[in-house]
T-cell receptor, first 113, second 113 residues
Framework: SAVISQKPSRDICQRGTSLTIQCQVD?????MFWYRQQPGQSLTLIAT?????????ESGFVIDKFPISRPNLTFSTLTVSNMSPEDSSIYLC??????????FGDGTRLSIL | GNSVTQMEGPVTLSEEAFLTINCTYT??????LFWYVQYPGEGLQLLLKATKADDKGSNKGFEATYRKETTSFHLEKGSVQVSDSAVYFCALKAGGGADGLTFGKGTHLIIQP
């Protein structure tokens, strides 16, 4: 399966700032997704990153708060904007081809002070 | 909407005990079903999958059978080991390749020697 690298692996940020998380895959993939895992909770899909077009967001998530880029078939970024303590979570990137299962990166552990 | 319900833990067993982690789902159509595992300090890994009714997914001694009549996908293992201690997530993908996953809340499994 594809090797997925997420950066940074963890960060501590001040409220009101923004952080961009990168997801790099070692091979071209059709689909890339971003999830959030809040403390003690399950994973929730934020959006599907579409190559060359705007991301598709799930209910409860908006582009102004979580802008996403996907300039090519191996790379995507998620920005968490104007952060508050409620944004403290693990953010995960996943990738898949066609009808194959999704594979996940190791995640970015984000703490907001 | 789609949802996954799984037994919440922690589940504590002795080594060599029989394991069952229950998972039921609600979805339109015919979803694909997955079990993912998160070992301590590691990322989320695909454990097994099933894509249609009566399919049995298996890996590392774990099994799960897609039961459409009971909308279930229970995870089983005949003899657990200490190294199986992890958090297990049941998940579904309702549609085609572009759909993200809907996860259960996760079950923390603790195996004691």
């Amino acid at each position: 399966s594809a090797v997925i690298s997420q950066k940074p692996s963890r960060d501590i940020c001040q409220r009101g700032t923004s952080l961009t998380i990168q997801c790099q895959v070692d091979s071209q993939v059709t689909m890339m997704f971003w999830y959030r895992q809040q403390p003690g909770q399950s994973l929730t899909l934020i959006a599907t990153a579409n190559q060359g077009s705007e991301a598709t967001y799930e209910s409860g998530f908006v582009i102004d708060k979580f802008p996403i880029s996907r300039p090519n078939l191996t790379f995507s970024t998620l920005t968490v904007s104007n952060m508050s303590p409620e944004d403290s979570s693990i953010y995960l990137c996943s990738v898949a081809n066609s009808n194959q299962p999704q594979h996940f990166g190791d995640g970015t552990r984000l703490s907001i002070l | 909407g789609n949802s996954v319900t799984q037994m919440e833990g922690p589940v504590t067993l002795s080594e060599e005990a029989f394991l069952t982690i229950n998972c039921t789902y609600t979805a339109t159509g015919y979803p694909s079903l997955f079990w993912y595992v998160q070992y301590p300090g590691e990322g989320l890994q695909l454990l097994l999958k099933a894509t249609k009714a009566d399919d049995k997914g298996s890996n590392k001694g774990f099994e799960a059978t897609y039961r459409k009549e009971t909308t279930s996908f229970h995870l089983e293992k005949g003899s657990v080991q200490v190294s199986d201690s992890a958090v297990y997530f049941c998940a579904l993908k309702a549609g085609g390749g572009a759909d993200g996953l809907t996860f259960g809340k996760g079950t923390h499994l603790i195996i004691q020697p």
